[in-house]
T-cell receptor, first 114, second 115 residues
Framework: KAGVTQTPRYLIKTRGQQVTLSCSPI?????VSWYQQTPGQGLQFLFE???????NKGNFPGRFSGRQFSNSRSEMNVSTLELGDSALYLC?????????????FGPGTRLTVL | AQSVSQHNHHVILSEAASLELGCNYS??????LFWYVQYPGQHLQLLLK??????LVKGIKGFEAEFIKSKFSFNLRKPSVQWSDTAEYFC?????????????FGQGTTLQVKP
């Protein structure tokens, strides 16, 4: 069974630009969560989607948004990039939720903002 | 606000030594607790989790953790570490938000096991 895949793996953007990251969950998984990992702040929850609906959201500004498609694939968008958005963005999927099911993480997308 | 604190940022042990990594959380209600591990060059993966029942939870690769509600703690233990346990370990809590993917992570502990 294929794992969680994220594209692209590496990305370089400049301040003010916008970026879209993609996540393909494990087949059959309906829950997709996004996390930001930085050396200073560690791993922080961005949002979770389940069956195309945002089920939970972390404390990030509105520049960070996401969506989920009917095939459970998810995209995350960051508009008006800032230097502080440089981070590893991780996507994780589970069947229905992390209490009843195991959450599997992808390799991440490394975003560098110049 | 909910938070998770991992006391040790970097731990160095020799093979066969015992391991205990501390984790404390701040939340007064029902919690679900997790330990994740990231081996060098690999994805973050679940070691073990607690959501109800026996407070002593056993995970993969000989790891276990004990939930002590009165101490708001969920420490990770392994009686005898191996070189292959070298990794970064993260404690996380899912507090009061049901079966969602919202996890609050600790800062992580880097474990280095010397052969």
């Amino acid at each position: 069974k294929a794992g969680v895949t994220q594209t692209p793996r590496y990305l370089i953007k400049t301040r003010g630009q916008q970026v879209t990251l993609s996540c393909s969950p494990i087949s059959g998984h309906r829950s997709v969560s996004w996390y930001q990992q930085t050396p200073g702040q560690g791993l922080q929850f961005l949002f979770e989607y389940f069956s195309e609906t945002q089920r939970n959201k972390g404390n990030f500004p509105g520049r960070f948004s996401g969506r989920q498609f009917s095939n459970s694939r998810s995209e995350m968008n960051v508009s008006t990039l800032e230097l502080g958005d440089s981070a590893l963005y991780l996507c994780a999927s589970s069947l229905g939720g992390i209490i009843t099911d195991t959450q599997y993480f992808g390799p991440g997308t490394r975003l560098t903002v110049l | 606000a909910q938070s998770v604190s991992q006391h040790n940022h970097h731990v160095i042990l020799s093979e066969a030594a015992s391991l205990e990594l501390g984790c404390n959380y701040s939340y007064g209600g029902t919690v679900n607790l997790f330990w994740y591990v990231q081996y060098p060059g690999q994805h973050l993966q679940l070691l073990l989790k607690y959501f109800s029942g026996d407070p002593l939870v056993k995970g993969i690769k000989g790891f276990e953790a004990e939930f002590i509600k009165s101490k708001f703690s969920f420490n990770l233990r392994k009686p005898s570490v191996q070189w292959s346990d070298t990794a970064e370990y993260f404690c996380a809590v899912n507090a009061g938000s049901g079966n969602t993917g919202k996890l609050i992570f600790g800062q992580g502990t880097t474990l280095q096991v010397k052969p």
